[in-house]
């Protein structure tokens, strides 16, 4: 959220703001109807609402400066908005705010596949960039479950990570350079086209920064050469405990899989209501995901030795996808566990916890345990319990 200063009393000609924000970027990009203001009042967390005073839609890097600059001129707070889907409330609008919507700015700018980068507009939706590039054998590897809804601008400002940030990193690990208008409306540059740029690491500061300091609107990110082989893995266990200690026990034997998540049973069931991917085992109490990739020999024996953990730590049975329609079955369920939750009640609340790998078998029974003891009525259904999803 990108603010300047400003009680939140002050009287605004808001009419005269509005014309100079016609004048600069065209009367269709701008708004102050109600009705168009109350898509805006939130993101992704729901449970806070606040409609900004005025949106607007900037096309290209000169207009987003031109409306910052608008907004200094004023000394009016404005707030970066990509496709809303932000679980911490970042794109919540101010009151007697303007809301700077990126999310037409949605081209491809230019896709550089020597040189295994691609330069993309922010409002340009994360698995775009893997379906540019795909054909020719590369895709970009930060996959958060939001990806064929979620910004890449938005990506930036959370530096988002998703299923194989556990061996690809998050996007920091990911973006070259960026163009950005900062918050007095100039425009600058930080980083570049090569990772690694001498002086400070000024790109590593702003991806993260949850719109803080500034507004992006270029962005250069590496991509990668798939890989020749994925398998993925489906181990169902009869607890939760066995299924983390496996986890750390992945980890121990030196293996560092593309992506490795976990489902309990109240998860799992409620995917498999919706999603219906008939490859979850409804009565384990827990399952595995795990993915490993590259070539085929190493893949094979990453395979053989995993499999053999998980059995070894108590898995009643290990599948394995190697087709892409049969991995994508398994992942798709574990992808859409989010929405699959709103099936089930009305309000859901993620928490994101850091856990000491180490500990996961006890934190889990812990959470467990306090599922068990936590009822929950709504007038619609009664539930008991949390839904875990580990990653
Ligand atoms: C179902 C679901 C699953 C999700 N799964 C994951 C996941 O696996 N991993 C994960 O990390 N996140 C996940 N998220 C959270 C969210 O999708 C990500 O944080 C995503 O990066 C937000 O992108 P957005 O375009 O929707 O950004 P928005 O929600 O619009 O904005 C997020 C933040 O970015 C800022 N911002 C937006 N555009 C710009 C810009 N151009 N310049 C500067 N700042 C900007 C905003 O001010 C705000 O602070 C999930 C969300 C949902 C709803």
Not at 19 to 35: C, M, N, P, Q
Not at 55 to 65: D, G, I, L, S, Y
Not at 93 to 111: G, H, R, S, W, Y
Not at 131 to 159: I, T
Request: with cysteine.
């Amino acid at each position: 959220m990108v603010t300047q200063l400003s009680s939140p009393k002050t009287q605004r000609d808001w009419p005269k703001i509005v014309r100079d924000f016609e004048v600069a970027l065209g009367k269709r990009s701008v708004t102050r109807r109600k009705e168009e203001l109350l898509v805006y009042e939130c993101d992704g967390l729901t449970s806070y609402r606040q409609r900004p005073a005025v949106v607007v839609w900037p096309r290209t890097t000169a207009q987003v400066a031109a409306a910052v600059k608008i907004c200094d001129r004023h000394n009016v707070p404005f707030v970066a908005r990509g496709a809303g889907t932000g679980l911490s409330g970042g794109a919540l609008p101010l009151e007697d705010a303007v809301l700077i919507v990126t999310a037409p700015m949605n081209q491809i700018l230019k896709v550089d596949l020597e040189n295994q980068r691609v330069t993309v507009q922010p409002g340009v939706i994360n698995n775009w960039v893997t379906q540019a590039v795909s054909g020719a054998g590369f895709y970009y590897a930060p996959d958060p479950s939001s990806q064929s809804v979620c910004s890449v601008g938005g990506n930036v400002a959370e530096n988002s990570g998703g299923v194989h940030c556990l061996k690809y990193g998050v996007t920091t690990n990911h973006v070259l350079g960026l163009k950005l208008v900062l918050p007095n409306g100039d425009i600058v540059e930080i980083g570049g086209t090569v990772p690694e740029q001498p002086g400070y690491d000024l790109t590593g500061v702003f991806v993260g920064s949850e719109g803080t300091l500034g507004i992006v609107t270029e962005i250069t990110l590496r991509i990668l050469k798939s890989p020749e082989v994925i398998s993925v893995l489906l181990a169902d266990f009869t607890s939760v405990e066995a299924a983390g200690a496996t986890v750390s026990a992945v980890i121990s034997a030196g293996i560092i899989p593309a992506g490795m998540e976990m489902m309990d049973n109240f998860s799992l069931n409620a995917v498999e209501d919706v999603v219906q991917t008939a490859c979850y085992p409804r009565d384990a109490t827990a399952i595995l995901l795990i993915e490993v990739d590259g070539l085929p020999a190493e893949v094979a024996a990453s395979r053989d030795r995993i499999a053999a953990l998980c059995k070894a730590n108590g898995a009643r049975q290990v599948t394995v996808a190697t087709a892409p329609e049969e991995r994508l079955r398994l992942w798709k369920g574990r992808k859409a566990a989010f929405a699959a939750m709103g099936k089930l009640s009305p309000d859901y609340y993620v928490q994101d916890g850091v856990i000491p790998r180490t500990q996961l078998p006890y934190v889990l029974q812990e959470i467990e345990a306090l599922g068990q003891n936590t009822a929950i009525e709504w007038p619609m259904c009664s539930m008991r319990g949390t839904a875990t999803c580990i990653h």
